[in-house]
């Protein structure tokens, strides 16, 4: 009778419990993830490694004890991402380390969902889980300081025939697909390849991902951009004159100078300056009829602003083109004291609109803009601009699909552990929006991409002597799905999530598929 019993207790296992008890191959499993994860994303990124990691991940977080295998996969999840963007943040001291603690909770809330919910569903209602959670938790995370940063989908760069779903569902499409196929994969593992449903899962889960594939290189072959084009010259400053000592620079951006200061800075400041706008003059001659620089790289006291402002409209008039001047211009006496801003000049001379960057790198202290977005009907179509760090934000660059952006100027100004990694990350803002996106980065990628996500120019400032780059890029954006629907994947995606929820509370499933 003993026999008996234990023999029926067996068959009742589920199949990836009787292969993968605590102390058996599950520890292979999560060895291989953390050498896949430590190039599955950041600096060092092989685009097939964000496939494979979350499927050894999510094998071994199935196979153990939820106290041991979800606190090992949040800390791995921690020590990879540590190693992905090293040098990154930049958060000194203690606080990076709790920013590591805070970050590793999104990082792994979708190994736990699954853990949670995903064995009490069968079938292809289990394999949802893990990615809706996946898709909906970076979706949440988006609205965080640091926005997008960290989202799996950035891992595909260079992959444009998948890369045009986010024409479509945005970023969250492709975490979805990146955590469906997991999902699927460990299905596969668990009930075997005799499993006519796990079989036919498989084939639904890697037939959309063909589909989508296939789909984005119809697109791309079919449908690119075929408008008239322009010149767009974009310029980074060159240090044409000594650097001021730090503390001087350090009163000028704290609103506190003195009257010497002043003088001093203003002698530096005129001389990148006039070699910013002489550039501008030369890269006009040449046939540009947009010109901009790069972010904060013309540094002016607010009360010569005007001044300055009226120089540039002088020369966009000379040469009846348009000149975008990147600013940083410092207010006495308050705090923050720096507006970071790029003007727009016509080629009456006229200014157009200024633009204030809405979202500042967490620490630093400037004047927020309304985060309200420009537009302006050219020849050259309906440009509009960004700064820097605004393009890591999807809802902020939402406005310019609505505005019907054409080209969206974007100038920003990095650091070297973000190079190129910034700029490509700005890349998939062009194919959500259906924009021309061109980025002129100081100490960083300056390029330029299509709405397909297309290169079209590229110059690396650690790379060159003349921090010049011409773009030759079409007038005409189009409008996508995603500009027109926004996030309307992500609340599908937390309502899918939301059934399944209610589902397994109701579910006996789950009785034959215990976990340890």
């Known amino acids: 009778m003993r026999i008996l019993l234990v023999d029926e207790r067996l068959q009742q296992e589920a199949p990836q419990e009787r292969r993968d008890r605590p102390g058996s191959t599950s520890w292979l499993w999560l060895a291989v993830a953390a050498v896949l994860l430590l190039f599955s994303n950041g600096a060092t990124t092989l685009s097939l490694a964000a496939w494979l990691a979350p499927v050894f991940l999510l094998r071994f977080v199935r196979g153990q004890s939820l106290k041991l295998g979800l606190p090992l996969a949040y800390l791995l999840q921690v020590g990879a991402f540590a190693l992905q963007f090293r040098g990154m943040v930049l958060i000194p001291g203690i606080g990076y380390y709790l920013f590591l603690v805070f970050w590793g909770l999104p990082l792994v809330l979708p190994y736990i969902v699954d853990r949670l919910i995903a064995h009490k569903l069968r079938g292809l209602a289990a ?41 479509v569902t945005g970023l969250w499409g492709i975490t979805f697909l990146l ?41 791309l072959a079919f449908f690119p951009p075929s408008s008239p084009t322009v010149r767009v010259a974009s310029i980074s400053a060159r240090q044409v004159a000594p650097l001021p000592s730090a503390e ?26 006039n070699d910013l706008l002489a550039r501008a003059e030369q890269e006009m001659q040449a046939g540009a009829r947009i010109v901009f620089w790069a972010e904060i790289n013309a540094e002016v006291l607010k009360e010569d602003e005007a001044g300055f402002v009226a120089r540039g409209g002088d020369l966009a008039a000379k040469h009846h083109a348009y000149l975008g001047m990147a600013l940083a211009v410092h207010n006495e006496g308050v705090t923050p004291s720096v507006e970071n801003k790029l003007i727009l000049i016509k080629p009456d001379g006229h200014v157009a609109w200024e633009y204030n960057k809405v979202r500042p790198v967490p620490g630093d202290l400037q004047i927020l803009g309304d985060g309200k977005l420009r537009v302006l009907s050219t020849p050259y179509g ?19 699909g609505a505005l019907k952006t054409d080209v969206l100027l974007d100038p920003s100004n990095d650091w070297r552990a973000i190079d190129p990694w910034h700029t490509q990350m700005a890349s998939f803002r062009a194919i959500e929006q259906g924009v021309i996106l061109i980025r002129q980065t100081s100490r960083g990628l300056s390029a330029a991409f299509d709405y397909q996500g297309h290169r079209s120019a590229a110059m690396d400032h650690f790379q060159t002597a003349d921090y010049a780059m011409v773009s030759q890029v079409p007038t005409r954006g189009v409008r996508t799905v995603y500009s027109l629907l926004g996030d309307w994947f992500a609340w599908a995606c937390l309502t899918a999530l939301a059934v399944l929820t209610v589902l397994s509370l109701h579910s006996r499933s789950g009785i034959n598929r215990r976990r340890p």
């Open 382 to 400: 309906r440009i509009s601009s960004i700064v820097c760090f605004d393009g890591d934000f999807p809802r902020l660059l939402a406005q310019a």
């Open 179 to 219: 955590g469906w196929f997991a999902a699927v994969c460990n299905w596969l593992w668990e009930d075997g390849l005799e499993s006519e449903h796990a079989r036919k899962g498989a084939c639904i889960c890697f037939g959309t991902i063909a589909c989508v594939m296939l789909l984005g290189g119809v697109r």
């Open 248 to 273: 001087l620079i350090s009163r000028i951006w704290q609103g506190n100078a003195t009257s010497a200061d002043k003088k001093d800075f203003r002698l530096w400041a005129a001389a990148i300056d």
């Open 127 to 167: 394999s949802l889980v893990f990615p809706t959670a996946w898709a909906v938790t970076e979706y949440v995370a988006s609205y965080e300081p640091y926005g997008s940063w960290g989202s799996a989908a950035y891992s595909q760069y260079g992959n444009l025939a998948l890369l045009q779903i986010l024409s």
